[in-house]
């Protein structure tokens, strides 16, 4: 049976400043986002991006990501509790971080984006589109560095126990999340988006992609303890995937008809 290595929460301590491995991780999604989109920029030097624009999209981005994630895990999870503790919206350092409001809050500020850089949205949701699992990879190993997230009660050889949280063996789900949102969909979208595709497919295929692989991966993620499974016993998680499944095929559809 595995066992959950049980790391420090804190990863570099100096002196009254303790930097977290979970905040590390943001800074991580963050470089390689640069990264890769530098990358990306100089391949498409001919449609107007250049690396330097990187800067100004990442600004955009990261304001996103936290406004939107924020605000989406107090909307979609806890609106109740918040809307009786308004003040504790604004505690972020208490966690509380929702992928799919990160995902429309990006959308918000690519919009702005766009908008002052006098693009079209949908070419800018394309540039982006390839860049952002790896960044998505890196959360999912801070959340297993935490052990937080944990998956379900299993049977599985590959079980492991997190102590922190029980001694019954559990699916590693941030590490399925891990593999799938992050590595295999990082892996698709590239290869997808080294060529030439019509405008709005490279978006689709995002939304696609993560609906289902996160889709699949939350049948080994234990359900929140203040939700559990809803409806046709689906997750928070689920539910939230399948407007996304449905807009991303509805978007290639569109995009390759248009074409």
């Known amino acids: 049976m595995l066992v959950h290595p049980e790391f420090d929460p804190i990863a570099i301590s100096l002196g009254p400043i303790a930097i977290r491995w979970y905040g590390l991780m943001y800074l991580i999604a963050f470089m390689l986002f640069m990264a890769l989109g530098r990358v990306r920029a100089r391949r498409n030097v001919l449609s107007g991006w250049i690396p330097r624009d990187i800067d100004d999209l990442l600004f955009y981005g990261?304001?996103?990501?936290?406004?939107?994630?924020?605000?989406?895990?107090v909307l979609f999870y806890k609106p109740g509790y918040y809307l009786a503790n308004p003040l504790e919206i604004l505690a972020v350092w208490?966690?509380?971080?929702?992928?799919?409001?990160?995902?429309?809050?990006?959308l918000v500020a690519v919009w702005f984006y766009a908008r002052n850089s006098g693009?079209?949205?949908?070419?800018?949701?394309?540039?982006?589109?390839?860049?952002?699992?790896?960044?998505?990879?890196?959360?999912?190993?801070?959340?297993?560095?935490?052990?937080?997230?944990?998956?379900?009660?299993?049977?599985?050889p590959w079980a492991m126990i997190f102590p922190s949280v029980d001694n019954l063996p559990r699916h590693p789900s941030q590490l399925y999340q891990f593999a799938?949102?992050?590595?295999?969909?990082?892996?698709l979208l590239w290869w997808f988006g080294a060529r030439s595709r019509p405008r709005g497919a490279l978006s689709?295929?995002?939304?696609?992609?993560?609906?289902v692989l996160r889709f699949i991966a939350e049948f080994?993620?234990?359900?929140?303890?203040?939700?559990?499974?809803?409806a046709l016993g689906l997750?928070?998680?689920?539910?939230?995937?399948?407007?996304?499944?449905?807009?991303?095929?509805?978007?290639?559809?569109?995009?390759?008809?248009?074409r």
Request: overall charge neutral; cysteine-free; hydrophobic content about 55%.
């Open 235 to 258: 997750s928070m998680g689920q539910w939230l995937s399948l407007p996304m499944v449905a807009a991303g095929i509805a978007l290639l559809a569109w995009a390759y008809r248009k």
């Open 119 to 156: 693009r079209r949205w949908l070419d800018v949701t394309d540039f982006i589109a390839p860049l952002v699992p790896l960044g998505l990879a890196a959360g999912r190993l801070g959340n297993f560095i935490n052990a937080e997230l944990v998956g379900r009660v299993t049977d599985a």
């Open 220 to 230: 080994g993620r234990e359900p929140d303890d203040f939700l559990g499974l809803l």
């Open 180 to 187: 799938l949102e992050g590595l295999l969909l990082f892996a």
């Open 62 to 73: 990261v304001l996103g990501v936290i406004l939107g994630g924020r605000l989406g895990y």
């Open 204 to 211: 689709g295929a995002f939304l696609l992609g993560y609906g």
């Open 94 to 106: 208490q966690g509380g971080m929702s992928f799919h409001g990160g995902f429309l809050g990006v």
